[in-house]
């Protein structure tokens, strides 16, 4: 895949729903301020989709890194580099964010802002703008519109929302994601919703049938691959089954979410893995086990037959020892007396 030679390598299977939902990001991106809230539970593949629909669409993709110090600044600083590239350099960017990443709440604020209006309140300091402004200015003024700085600003406002697409991936677990679209009504109202449903047992029967055939060399697995993807498969569904029922009668949730899927399919493979290197070690000890003990078998069938041979000889000596022991008893009387 053109992706996997480019970027970091991602191992994805393409079923149906797969292929609809890269569909609809791709499609999206392609619109002038295309944004899209992907919604669904960890590891359903939101990122993953936007990231390929992105890279289909010759859209870059930036995103930010998480620290234990970052905070405002940092956050806005990200910003600024980003609306940097989509304004001045004229790349086309996609802003891919997750409920992961919300550090402080002010972060939502600034993207319910980019939606609705493109820009963030005084996230430029004066002297930046100016530099802004003082770079910008040819392309403003061939537009029309480089009469002063506000309107210069203002179309670099403009350069970046027509480049820039803001894709976040949510998950419905919990309030927070309904608060949060009612105190931010853009992450609703500017965006394209996607949500990414539980995958169908045929998704679910392709990941695993993959991971297993990928690993059927190490594993030695060679028709048992069909029979190991249903077993995984059933157990998946059979534990989101009975959470519905402890839902219902507990009234507490247990999410079987793809991600636990993944883990599921990831420790079969691990565990399979750990049994063949085990279970070499066990049978060599078994085997060797066995081997002493018919070697102990022939020895004692030895022994049995020289006993049935030295009898005779052994009798007689038991014989003549009494005799012996008679004859000293009565020298012992003799000697008393």
């Known amino acids: 895949m053109l992706y996997n030679a480019e970027n970091s ?28 809230l992907l919604v669904g539970y960890g590891g359903s593949g939101r990122r993953s989709m936007a990231r390929l629909g992105a890279s289909v669409n010759e859209i870059g993709t930036f995103t930010i890194e998480i620290t234990k110090s970052y905070r405002e600044k940092e956050f806005h600083d990200d910003i600024k580099a980003m609306l940097m590239k989509a304004g001045l350099q004229e790349e086309k960017v996609q802003f891919l964010f997750s409920d992961t990443q919300i550090v402080l709440e002010s972060f939502l604020e600034d993207i319910n802002n980019l939606l609705n209006s493109g820009e963030i309140p005084n996230l430029f300091p004066a002297d930046e703008k100016t530099a802004v402004c003082e770079e910008i200015e040819g392309r403003a003024r061939e537009a029309g519109q480089g009469n002063g700085r506000d309107q210069q600003f203002a179309y670099f406002i403009a350069e970046c929302r027509q480049r820039l697409h803001i894709v976040l991936a949510f998950s419905p677990v919990g309030e927070k994601f309904r608060d949060r679209c009612r105190q931010f009504p853009s992450i609703i109202n500017c965006c394209t919703m996607d949500w990414y449903n539980l995958w169908p047992r045929e998704a679910l029967y392709s990941v695993a049938s993959r991971s297993y055939e990928e690993n059927k060399g190490d594993l030695g697995l060679v028709e048992e691959v069909s029979a ?88 007689e000596k038991e014989k003549r020892v009494n005799e012996m022991v008679e004859e000293l008893k009565r020298e012992t009387a003799i000697a008393s007396d």
């Open 9 to 36: 390598p991602m191992n994805l299977v393409f079923f149906e729903d797969c292929v609809q939902h890269l569909t609809r990001v791709a499609r999206t991106l392609r619109q002038e301020r295309g944004n899209m």
């Open 228 to 315: 190991l993807a249903e077993i995984t498969v059933y157990i998946h569904n059979s534990v989101t089954e009975y959470s519905e029922k402890f839902y219902n009668e507990l009234r507490r949730r247990n999410y079987t979410t793809p991600t636990s899927y993944l883990e599921l399919v990831k420790t079969f493979v691990q565990m399979l893995k750990h049994q063949k290197e085990v279970v070499p070690g066990k049978m060599f000890r078994y085997e060797a086990g066995l081997k002493k003990l018919a070697e102990t078998n022939t020895m004692v069938a030895q022994l049995q037959k020289d006993l049935v041979v030295l009898r005779p000889e052994i009798t």
